[in-house]
């Protein structure tokens, strides 16, 4: 994974409307209504720039074929599912980085990790699915709680 971090397309940091949106999962109402209206397309750049990986790798970690990319680009806006699923990733992907206190390289290790929790898969392989994400974000809550698995 140590490819991401190289310079090219890597932004620095996520724009202010991904934080302020990232920020707003407090109010559940105007989160739900972002993703209902469609997420705009940058998220994926800005998701990467979170945690300090090349947009193109994280796409191919979540699973996210390159004609959905281009839709994207094309139409500025990504669809309800695809909305839910990248928001729903984001929140994870923020909760890791917490987890970490803001260390982009730690937690891009320990997404490469194989955890016993998660059947010695990494968290990484898990992150395609809504599924996945339950398991990442349930494995999240027992790390930050002390809750041995």
Known sequence: ???HLA???LR?????DFLSMLDSQTDWL?????I???LPAYFLHDLAALIGMRPHVLAGILGIKTSA????????VLNLTESDYIYRTAVLMNSALNMFEGDQS???DWLARPALALGQKTPSELLSTF?????????IWRVEHGVVS
Not at 30 to 34: D, G
């Open 69 to 76: 990319r281009r839709r994207w680009a094309k139409y500025g």
């Open 30 to 34: 105007a989160c739900s209504k972002q």
């Open 12 to 16: 620095k940091c996520p724009s202010d």
């Open 1 to 3: 994974m140590a490819d």
């Open 7 to 9: 310079a090219g397309s």
């Open 106 to 108: 730690a937690l891009l």
């Open 131 to 139: 599924v996945g994400l339950s398991m990442v974000e349930a494995l």
């Open 36 to 38: 209902r209206q469609g």
